[in-house]
T-cell receptor
Framework: ETGVTQSPTHLIKTRGQQVTLRCSSQ?????VSWYQQALGQGPQFIFQ???????GRGNFPPRFSGLQFPNYSSELNVNALELDDSALYLC????????????FGPGTRLLVL | AQSVTQLGSHVSVSEGALVLLRCNYS??????LFWYVQYPNQGLQLLLK??????LVKGINGFEAEFKKSETSFHLTKPSAHMSDAAEYFC???????????FGTGTSLTVIP
């Protein structure tokens, strides 16, 4: 059984650019959630995908978008990057909508200059 | 809606002393409660979780937490601190029908030799 993996581990972008972060779910999990963790803060919910459909969204602007693929892997896309987007982005997978099965990946650290 | 409050953003204990990290939650429905640990530049590692059943939950590395509904608390304890326990700890709440975790702002634990 493989855990949740994310790529890349680190990324540096400049303001205004676009970025794509990737996540592979734990084996058997069909739900993916994305979180943003700013420095010194707790993770904040961005959105969740269940069976390739968005299933809830936090207080993030539309320039944060996502996809889930048939194999349940997922992408987080951020357009028009801002300095405040610098953060650790965490992906978590779960079995269906059973929150208690959720496990987190190691994260992608994004720095926007 | 759910929320979590972690009292004390920084806690220092001597090696071998009791660790007590406080977490209070708010939830209009029965909660699922979690404690995560985060080491520098790493993702979230699940320490323990409460969903239903026994209110005293034992986790990894000697940690345990007790769900007290009357006090809306889920404090994390460890009888004897070890140097390797120094890290950031996050309490989180969700529900069996929710689609996201709500995290506290974290408690940084320092262990003094």
């Amino acid at each position: 059984e493989t855990g949740v993996t994310q790529s890349p581990t680190h990324l540096i972008k400049t303001r205004g650019q676009q970025v794509t972060l990737r996540c592979s779910s734990q084996s058997g999990h069909n739900t993916v959630s994305w979180y943003q963790q700013a420095l010194g803060q707790g993770p904040q919910f961005i959105f969740q995908y269940y069976r390739e459909e968005e299933n809830g969204r936090g207080n993030f602007p539309p320039r944060f978008s996502g996809l889930q693929f048939p194999n349940y892997s997922s992408e987080l896309n951020v357009n028009a990057l801002e300095l405040d987007d610098s953060a650790l982005y965490l992906c978590a997978s779960s079995l269906g909508l059973r929150q208690e099965t959720q496990y987190f990946g190691p994260g992608t650290r994004l720095l926007v200059l | 809606a759910q929320s979590v409050t972690q009292l004390g953003s920084h806690v220092s204990v001597s090696e071998g002393a009791l660790v007590l990290l406080r977490c209070n939650y708010s939830s209009s429905v029965p909660p699922y409660l979690f404690w995560y640990v985060q080491y520098p530049n790493q993702g979230l590692q699940l320490l323990l979780k409460y969903t239903t059943g026994a209110t005293l939950v034992k986790g990894i590395n000697g940690f345990e937490a007790e769900f007290k509904k009357s006090e809306t608390s889920f404090h994390l304890t460890k009888p004897s601190a070890h140097m390797s326990d120094a890290a950031e700890y996050f309490c989180a709440v969700t529900t069996n029908t929710g689609n996201q975790f709500y995290f506290g702002t974290g408690t940084s634990l320092t262990v003094i030799p």
